[in-house]
């Protein structure tokens, strides 16, 4: 087999193993009309299906510090000709970081897909996505796995920074919220659910 086609193969066959946003995201009972807040929201790879969920009646606060990745979002948003998703620059490292912006108890859904691995304040992160739902949102986490046959050379975080599943768990009920379940992602993820007590 020529080295075009392996490097092809390889490609193919990790993209098969990754994450696949739509099918991913009906796992997480998402309603038309709800509120959402993806906090850490990147490129918009979860952001822009789910604005397709809430329909107008509904709204996505895309959370990023990057004003490149909200431009991003924003870019596949005109594209898509998606109006109901709100583009917030804010650093979410700071405690109250979107009191200005998400009132209190207004979300149904808290979304923090691999951001938490790239903070060290993810206990102020954890607190800010409790105070913006209502009580009976949902918290969604998503972050790369670090169990050693999840890895691949070069791909995704180093093993540092990943976070152990359980002990995440722990800190996130002891902020206040009651472990739901866990939910399949992709061999390199894990999901977690949790619900706000």
């Keep these: 087999m020529p080295k075009k086609q392996k490097v092809a193969e390889k490609i193919k066959k990790i993209t098969l193993n990754f994450l696949d946003p739509a099918e991913t995201i009906l796992k997480w009972g998402i309603k038309e009309g709800d509120l959402i807040a993806d906090l850490g929201c990147g490129g918009g790879y979860f952001t822009i299906p789910m604005a397709r969920l809430v329909g107008q009646k509904g709204k996505v606060f895309a959370v990023d510090i990057l004003e490149s990745s909200l431009e991003s979002v924003r870019g596949r948003a005109?594209?898509?000709?998606l109006n109901n998703i709100s583009y917030l620059r804010i650093n979410l490292d700071k405690k109250n970081s979107l009191?200005?912006?998400?009132k209190n108890s207004s979300c149904q859904i808290a979304l923090l897909a691999n951001t938490l691995h790239s903070s060290s304040h993810q206990k102020t992160?954890?607190?800010?996505?409790?105070r913006l739902l209502d009580p009976?949102?949902?918290l969604i986490i998503i972050d790369w796995k670090n169990?050693?046959?999840?890895?691949?050379?070069?791909?995704?975080?180093?093993?540092?920074?990943r976070l152990n599943r359980q002990k995440l768990k722990e800190m996130v009920v002891k902020t206040g919220f009651s472990f739901q379940k866990n939910?399949?992602?992709?061999?390199?993820?894990?999901g977690l659910i949790f619900?706000?007590?």
Excluded: C
């Excluded at 005109?78 to 000709?81: D, M, Q, S």
């Excluded at 009191?99 to 998400?102: R, Y």
């Excluded at 939910?183 to 894990?190: G, R, V």
């Design 78 to 81: 005109y594209l898509e000709k």
């Design 99 to 102: 009191v200005e912006w998400i």
């Design 125 to 130: 992160i954890i607190e800010e996505a409790y």
């Design 136 to 138: 009976s949102g949902k």
């Design 147 to 161: 169990e050693k046959n999840t890895r691949l050379k070069n791909f995704g975080p180093a093993i540092d920074y």
């Design 183 to 190: 939910f399949e992602t992709s061999k390199f993820h894990f």
């Design 195 to 197: 619900n706000k007590k």
